[in-house]
């Protein structure tokens, strides 16, 4: 049961003491004031889905504007600017980056390393706690007079904190809060992963012998740790420019014809601030998108991944890297246009390690056994979008090329494929991956199809046309395109259709939460590991894990997490925990 | 799946070769951004397409069928350090053309006619030498009605600026531009697609961009960097005319003494401390 008592029994030379483990005493501490990783990383996952939703109908509103301009009344300018400025923070910071490090963190870094909990239960629970308050006031920004802010999601100053841009006066200081909050709550968690992974590890769970998920969520905790504050300065300088009159970014001002009081200061170092954190936050995102889907392709090809560790050297070398190429953001912003030579030259050599994992999760494919369950689709459709956005950074990195279409709607389409739509392609397969192990039941395989394809193929036929757009000059941020006289007529129909695509992409998400809720009832009973997985996560004598995880005794590791089809083995697994043969050729 | 994946590869080939939409036809000299482009466009299209094809025929091919077995292979050496090559290759294939235009970028050339283009929401304004060739002095702090880019009273080398606002900007055809960039408030970005360079103007300095206009006629000019509420709607004109219309056109503008004669007595805005 939840109370499982530590097990002191069966202690491996070199094992780590176990400490005695927090115990939940009522209803409310179990479930609500929880300090158990399972259930923090449901809260986590679930606020950032419901606030996910927002950002969903804010794209909804986004697209009916640039589909069908005029078409309802209620969507000015200023409300077109909030839109597209909190749909890109929402989906940025408080869904992808809480999902994927709060969510998948929380759950599968205890799990799969074989530890009882994270090593800080309670600082752990803060951190969640910190997060839903950023997010309630985000949420509030709604509710102020003046709306949220409007300023894009990169908040540029001095525009955000001038009048002329929409939710001067709350909007953005709720944001500029909001930010902080999230930036101490997420501190509070990371610290915890990164401690988990470095101390905690189950007897005989070397580095080397991580699942890839590990290692992606690691190495993203670690930028993030690095990279957050930079924005967290950024956005309390700013708050102290907006609310006490401060020059951070401020130089001297005319507006409307007034001078300000203002002046000294400069808004090219808060965006130099914003792309230090902006850039790797990318990865943040992408480092646990690769790692998970590495699992994913791995266990439903029934096959190693091919490369291991060049595999985890890529995650760490493209995080190194990360932390030097934040100014290709900036190409066309006015700083020295000889850093153009640098920062051209390290994005582009970042394209290496992307490129061997890429060739890496194909390679995995080739004489596999490929199994096309739900997640699997959500893998391949990941590959093939990935791959897409992955190619037009090549063009948005290679400082000239960038010239011409940064600020276009090229930049849209490039990101939303490769930071947008392929890692969310990767967290629905993960739920569909993990649910099972969550809640003891499958999700249902035809709605997930059903999910799957209209998801994968709709986004597809959203961003890759809208590449085009910006190729011809089409601009980002514009709430209306009418009267441009380089943009032929033919624009506005594809704009349209894009729109109407966006629709349908959306209502098929109802697929899915319709899905997650029935499911919980009425699913096909899952067992312990329906995927014949080899990790550790699938071996716990409860499902779901009961709190503790292991019952009276920590796992012992004897192997790599990728031993599929064992040529001699009597299944076409073995995993992690079993005692026996290692095959020469396999990583340690 | 795989039947889809196919069709993914070849339909977005065809997208590419099919579709109406396209660059507009490039009106300065900055053709080598568009050949740099499309050196970019071949090799990410073929990287693209082989791979998805070749994950389609890996989802055909090893699908799932009773009784069969994956292969068992860690690692192979040999394969990941071609492909590393081949992919470094590839990379400088790019990177090298695109560093060496860039080069050209940054050089302005020592020929380049030197043109003042001010922004501010959200609208702009635009300055070029007067007799003497050179533009004068400007700060902030003279912002006045009857002065609205700024110019320094006090310098002889500002009096003769001619100064455009609420107007079209002309350029004379077939000479190199150096186009500097002020903002009064906030970020903007002057950006006419035909030119493909651009730039941002950033308030408390000075940004610049060169290029020399290729062709005559008139091109519209965006704001696109977001500047605020209406940064949809900051549009402008620019002009590209043959030397002799140019000359005339010129002819007839304002300078900045002019201008500053004919909105009556100086008045400063005010100015808070």
Redo the contacts between chains.
């Keep these: 049961m939840a109370d499982a008592h530590l097990g002191t029994a069966d202690r491996l030379p070199g094992a780590i003491e176990e400490g005695e483990l927090y115990h939940p005493r009522s209803w409310i501490t179990r479930y609500v004031f929880s300090q158990d990783a399972k259930i923090i990383a449901i809260q986590y996952s679930s606020t950032a889905l419901a606030i996910g939703l927002v950002a969903l109908v804010l794209s909804w509103l986004i697209r009916l504007q640039l589909g069908f301009p005029g078409l309802v009344s209620f969507i000015g ?2 409300e077109y ?1 909030q839109y597209i400025t909190m749909h890109g923070m929402i989906m940025v910071v408080y869904l992808l980056t809480a999902l994927f490090l709060g969510g998948f963190g929380n759950y599968l870094i205890p799990l799969m390393l074989g530890a009882r909990d994270m090593v800080f239960p309670y600082v752990n629970m803060l951190s969640y706690w910190i997060y839903l308050l950023a997010v309630l006031v985000l949420v509030a920004s709604f509710f102020v007079p003046g709306g949220p802010t ?3 999601w ?1 908040l ?4 955000a904190i ?1 009048a ?3 939710g001067r006066d709350w909007g953005i200081v709720l944001m500029l809060v909001s930010l902080i909050l999230f930036i101490i709550g997420f501190t509070m968690g990371g610290v915890n992963y990164v401690v988990t992974v470095l101390q905690a590890r189950a007897p005989g769970m070397t580095l080397m012998r991580m699942p890839l998920t590990i290692w992606g969520i690691f190495t993203a905790t670690v930028l993030a740790l690095l990279a957050f504050p930079a924005l967290f300065v950024g956005a309390l300088m700013m708050l102290l420019d907006r609310l006490i009159g401060t020059s951070f970014f401020m ?11 203002h002046g ?5 170092l808060f965006q130099h601030l914003f792309w230090f954190f902006g850039h790797p936050e990318v990865y943040i995102v992408a480092l646990p998108a690769f790692g998970i889907v590495s699992d994913l392709i791995s266990t439903h ?4 991944i ?5 595999m985890v050297w890529a995650i760490v070398a493209i995080g190194a890297l990360s932390f030097v190429v934040w100014a290709h953001h900036m190409y ?3 700083m020295n ?2 850093f ?2 640098f920062f ?2 390290t994005t ?2 970042i ?2 390690p992307t ?2 994992k ?3 999760w ?2 995995t ?8 369950t739900v997640p699997m ?1 959500f893998a ?1 459709g990941f ?2 979008t990935f ?2 956005g992955g ?2 950074g ?2 948005l990195g ?4 960038d ?2 279409l ?3 709607m090229f930049v849209v389409a490039h990101f939303h494929m490769v930071m947008g739509v392929a890692p969310i392609l990767v967290i629905f397969g993960g739920i569909y991956h993990w649910y099972p192990k969550v809640t003891g039941r499958m999700l249902d395989e035809r709605l997930g199809k059903l999910h799957f394809w209209v998801t994968f ?1 709709g986004a ?1 036929l959203i961003f ?2 809208m590449h ?2 910006g ?3 089409v ?1 980002r ?5 009418e ?4 943009v ?1 007529a ?2 506005s129909g ?1 704009n349209a259709f894009i729109s109407v695509v966006a629709f349908v992409v959306g209502a098929a998400q109802i697929a899915f939460l319709v899905n997650l809720v029935h499911s919980l009832r009425h699913g096909a009973p899952a067992g312990p590991n329906p995927w014949r997985a080899t990790t550790l996560e699938w071996q716990t004598p409860e499902t779901p894990p009961a709190h503790g995880n292991w019952g009276a005794s920590l796992p012992v590791v004897y192997r790599w997490p ?1 031993d ?4 001699g083995a009597d299944r ?1 697994f073995v995993p992690q925990n079993q005692p026996g043969l290692t ?1 020469a ?3 340690a | 799946m795989a039947l889809i994946l196919v069709l993914i590869a070849l339909g977005s080939v065809a997208f590419h070769l099919l579709s109406p939409w396209w660059w507009t036809p490039i009106a300065s000299n900055w053709g080598t951004i568009d050949t740099t482009l499309v050196i970019t466009f071949w090799i990410t299209g073929i990287v693209f397409t082989g791979i998805v094809l070749f994950v389609a025929y890996c989802v055909y091919r090893f699908r799932h069928r009773p009784g069969q077995q994956a292969a068992y292979e860690p690692e192979s050496r040999r394969l990941e350090g071609w492909l590393t090559a081949v992919t470094a290759l590839g990379v400088a294939a790019m990177l090298a053309p695109g560093l060496i235009v860039w080069g050209q970028f940054v050089r302005v050339p020592a020929d380049a006619r030197e043109v003042e283009i001010v922004a501010q929401q959200w609208r702009w304004s635009f300055r070029l030498p007067g007799a003497d060739g050179r533009l004068g002095a400007a700060d902030i702090r003279h912002v006045a009605d009857d002065n609205p880019l700024g110019l320094d009273p006090q310098d002889a080398a500002a009096r003769d600026d001619v100064v455009i606002d609420g107007d079209d900007l002309h350029l004379p055809l077939g000479r190199p531009v150096k186009v500097l960039m002020r903002s009064l408030d906030v970020v903007h970005n002057f950006y006419v697609p035909e030119f493909r360079a651009k730039m941002d103007m950033i308030p408390g300095m000075v940004t610049y961009v060169w290029f020399t206009p290729t062709r005559t006629g008139t091109f519209e000019a965006l704001c696109n960097e977001v500047c605020g509420v209406n940064h949809y709607a900051m549009r402008g004109r620019v002009v590209v005319d043959p030397e002799p219309a140019y000359r005339s056109w010129l002819d007839r503008q304002k300078t900045f003494a002019q201008f500053a004669g004919a909105a009556g007595p100086r008045r400063h805005v005010s100015a808070e401390p």
């Design positions: 300018p200023s600017y409007g300023a894009g990169t540029y100053p001095p525009q001038l002329g841009t929409p130089p001297a001002i005319i507006e409307a014809g007034q001078r300000l009081r000294g200061g400069s808004p090219i090809a029934r096959k190693n091919f490369g291991y560790r060049m066309v912003s006015g246009p000889y153009g030579f051209a030259t582009l050599i394209a290496i490129a061997i890429v060739y890496n194909v390679l494919l080739w004489r596999g056994d490929i199994h096309l689709l391949i590959i093939v791959l897409n190619l037009t090549l063009f290679n400082v000239v090329v010239v011409p940064s600020d276009t193929l597809y890759f046309p085009y757009l190729l011809l000059g601009p941020r514009y709430f209306e395109i009267g441009l006289s380089f032929p033919s624009v594809l990728y599929y089809s064992v040529p076409d095959r050729g396999a990583p």
